[in-house]
């Protein structure tokens, strides 16, 4: 058996495989929304500032360039440690048992660690701070106050959660805050005003573009294919009922049509996700209307009549199959859409609120710095906005020429 007739007999699937890989453009697209797709499914786990919505505020370090490092003094709070499992970390992250203190030096002084924060302003000098390295270290019990032994060079104090007090040695406890509270972080993509990480909230913003994604594609499928299939097959007065309301919300720039459901609904996360899926389901429904309409009169839709096939079955088992093509081609595009959409809602407030870490919402945020010293604050979640909508445009026009049947493939020759 030759080349050519195993290439033949390759199923459909495989031949479409076999044609996107050849698309040079298509497989970048690909690859750019897997590492979206990673970075948005690791979450909290891979990014620098692990604490919730990754809404960690050290003013003292606002508005830092790229690659900016400085000494953080971790103070342990006086809380109970929030112990959470590895889902909950991954999904919501986890708060931090520890204040970050920037500092530009440190030195220990009997039982007192003193240092000066950090501070950008290159005249400004702080004044001497000092705290008790027990206090640094440790979760001390509220208003137990600690004994300090100048002769033994110890200290007494109280744990949190503990009734007998705890005896350590000066020099202990310098060393565990030499390893554990002083760390040197560094900030790959500065810092935004409140002093946030922006590399961090820029892979949790990953997340609400792919939510408001899949989201919207799922509802936009689920109205489009369902309204489009009963027309195209039923044809009649349905079939005009539903073209008059796809008709009307045609009509309708998406825009304003997207605002005014999320005024009804509410400003949130969640009801972005709605309202772009109920303005994405009309160029679905056309296309499978199309496309249903002209499988309806085939010879093997016949057969199934006569064997006595129900409408559903028919619909779902042997028509439906048959359009997912144009459907999966439609749906990239839509979800390139979808998120230019809701990058627009957060960019004019009405999207996803504040901590949330949304595109749009940073460029409305820092949009008055593209002319000062700061514009990367606004560029970066642009171009992070633009990758993604050209990869799934890319990998859309890919997909299009891979499922169109009558191309010829110069493997198949």
Request: glycine share 6%; charged share 15%.
């Amino acid at each position: 058996m030759n080349n050519k007739s195993i290439t033949v007999s390759q199923s459909q699937s495989a031949i479409a495989w076999h044609r996107l890989k050849k698309n040079k453009l298509a497989m970048f697209g690909l690859i750019i929304i897997s590492a979206f797709i990673v970075i948005a499914m690791l979450g909290f786990l891979i990014t620098p500032d692990s604490t919730p919505d990754a809404n960690e505020q050290l003013l003292e370090i606002s508005k830092q360039s790229p690659g900016f490092s400085v000494q953080m003094l971790l103070v342990r709070k006086n809380e109970e440690p929030h112990h959470v499992n590895f889902l909950t970390r991954m999904m919501y992250g986890q708060i931090s048992d520890y204040r970050s203190v920037p500092i530009a030096d440190y030195h220990f002084q009997a039982s007192d660690i003193v240092y000066h924060e950090f501070s950008s302003a290159k005249k400004h000098i702080s004044f001497e701070k000092k705290i008790n390295i027990a206090d640094v270290a440790f979760a001390l019990q509220d208003n137990t106050p600690v004994n300090y032994n100048q002769a033994t060079q110890q200290l007494q104090f109280f744990e949190k959660g503990c009734n007998a007090p705890t005896i350590k040695t000066i020099s202990e406890i310098q060393n565990l805050i030499t390893q554990n509270n002083i760390k040197t972080r560094t900030f790959y993509l500065g810092t935004d005003p409140a002093g946030r990480d922006l590399l961090s909230r820029l892979m949790i913003g990953t997340r609400v573009s792919f939510s408001v994604g899949f989201i919207s594609v799922f509802i936009s499928l689920l109205i489009g294919v369902s309204l489009g299939s009963l027309a195209g097959y039923f044809r009649g007065r349905l079939d005009n009922i539903i073209i008059w309301i796809i008709n009307v919300v045609w009509s309708i720039p998406t825009l304003l049509l997207v605002i005014a459901i999320t005024l009804a609904l509410g400003k949130g996360f969640w009801q972005v996700f709605v309202a772009v899926g109920l303005t994405m389901w009309v160029e679905v429904a056309r296309v499978i209307r199309g496309q249903v309409m002209s499988l309806r009169e085939k010879e093997f839709i016949e057969a199934a009549r006569a064997l006595g096939f129900s409408h559903f079955r028919i619909i779902a088992r042997q028509i439906l199959p048959n359009v997912m093509g144009p459907v999966i081609v439609i749906s990239a595009a839509n979800f390139a859409s979808a998120i230019l959409i809701e990058a627009g809602l957060s960019f004019l407030g009405i999207g996803a609120q504040p901590p949330t870490a949304s595109w749009g919402q940073m460029i409305n945020a820092h949009r008055g710095f593209i002319i000062g010293h700061s514009p990367y604050l606004a560029i970066l979640p642009g171009i992070a906005i633009m990758l993604m909508v050209l990869s799934f445009v890319l990998l859309g026009n890919g997909l299009r020429d891979a499922l169109d049947t009558k191309l010829k493939d110069n493997a198949m020759i």
